[in-house]
């Protein structure tokens, strides 16, 4: 069965104090790897996609890497604005070779950065 | 470009009663997806569509229907609304099997 675990569920830093958060999933087989950024009460919003070991993306302060088992989202002195819950998502290649396109999601890590 | 949309923001339902969630998007995507968000959950995918006439089932998909008349349009359908219907729903789209983007959501109680 396809599966998505993301850890820690919280996790909560002082502005400036470098971290990551790690995404471990199981898939039959992975057409991409999904990031987003959650904020209370609104709805998921794209940050990254990554399609193969060993790719990164970078976006500010973020940054992300994929391995053939796990994704890290790798904050650099993160600010306060950087709080939110990151969700992390993959989606599956299907037995014809294509995709359905629908996102397996994990629980999501709530990240809080006090000043 | 207002992207996805979602109406209403906020609904109370009585158990038993129906209602209908909109969902509309602007960007021509043939992809359109309707998934729920519980607490401490993950995001589960309730029913998606491919295309214009063409919907299928996803993982928790009991207790609504949808339809697909037109590319922008893909309204939720909640029939004999039960307190486990609670949830958050969210509609989203995307252009092929890639990244979707996210209307801001429903937040539905059943009472």
């Known amino acids: 069965e396809d599966q998505v675990t993301q850890s820690p569920e919280a996790l909560r830093l002082q502005e400036g104090e470098s971290s990551s958060l790690n995404c471990s999933y199981t898939?039959?087989?992975?057409?991409?790897l999904f990031w987003y950024r959650q904020d209370p009460g609104k709805g998921p919003e794209f940050l990254f996609t990554?399609?193969?070991a060993g790719e990164e993306k970078e976006k500010e302060r973020l940054k992300a890497t994929l391995t053939k088992k796990e994704s890290f989202l790798h904050i650099t002195a993160p600010k306060p604005e950087d709080s939110a819950t990151y969700l992390c998502?993959?989606?599956?290649?299907?037995?014809?070779?294509?995709?359905?396109?629908?996102?397996?999601f994990g629980k999501g890590t709530k990240l809080s950065v006090k000043p | 470009n207002a992207g996805v949309t979602q109406t209403p923001k906020f609904r109370i339902l009585k158990i038993g009663q129906s209602m209908t969630l909109q969902c509309t998007q602007d960007?021509?995507?043939?992809?359109m997806y309707w998934y729920r968000q519980d607490p401490g959950m993950g995001l589960k995918l309730i029913y998606y569509s491919v295309g214009a006439g063409i919907t299928d089932k996803g993982e928790v998909p009991n207790g609504y229907n949808v339809s697909r008349s037109t590319t922008e349009d893909f309204p939720l359908r909640l029939e004999l609304a039960a307190p486990s219907q609670t949830s958050v729903y969210f509609c989203?789209?995307?252009?092929?099997?890639?990244?979707?983007?996210f209307g801001q959501g429903t937040r539905l109680t059943v009472v």
């Open positions: 990554l399609y193969s």
């Open positions: 960007m021509n995507h043939n992809y």
């Open positions: 989203a789209s995307s252009y092929a099997p890639a990244e979707a983007f």
């Open positions: 998502a993959v989606q599956a290649i299907m037995n014809y070779g294509g995709s359905q396109g629908n996102l397996i």
């Open positions: 898939v039959s087989g992975l057409r991409g």
